[in-house]
């Protein structure tokens, strides 16, 4: 099926999720970079599902995520720009494919930067339980995980199943 290239602005909503999942993402890289040389060799390299360290490693680990993070963002943004190729009901038409098209890239910006934040809250942690400041993770940290990523594919079906 033919699938128009359609050249959607970003939202308002959007340029905000950016702004703030970026600026923490960004926030949280120099924080590592500052704090480099206050951290121990050893550092957590794993969290178990109660958000306990189960493995130590090397500070390096560190730079893990960051690096994750930044293909991620780049990735997902690619995909943002877009969205003729998401997958689409067999509905899709002239007159709703832009409802479409903002709907799926709407998903992929809010799991984008939800990523980025997710990121970020595990680096700080990680680099405040090497100083000592922190024990773990916390047991409430994967459900919540869980359930912030489940949100907005949830949401985005929901309105998918309302494009008519």
Known sequence: MYRPILKLPKTRYEKILDCIGGG???LSILYIVGMWGQLPEKIPGH???????????SKIELLILPFIGI???ILLGLLEKIPHIHKYPA???ESNVEAFYLNSRKILNEIKNLCLLIFTAISFQMVRIALGEA???GWWFLPLVLIITAIPIIRGIVVATKIK
Not at 47 to 57: L, Q, S, Y
């Open 71 to 73: 293909l991620l963002w």
């Open 47 to 57: 969290f178990n599902g109660a958000g306990e360290v189960n493995r130590w490693g």
């Open 24 to 26: 923490l993402f960004i």
């Open 91 to 93: 509905r899709l038409n």
């Open 135 to 137: 024990e773990s993770l």
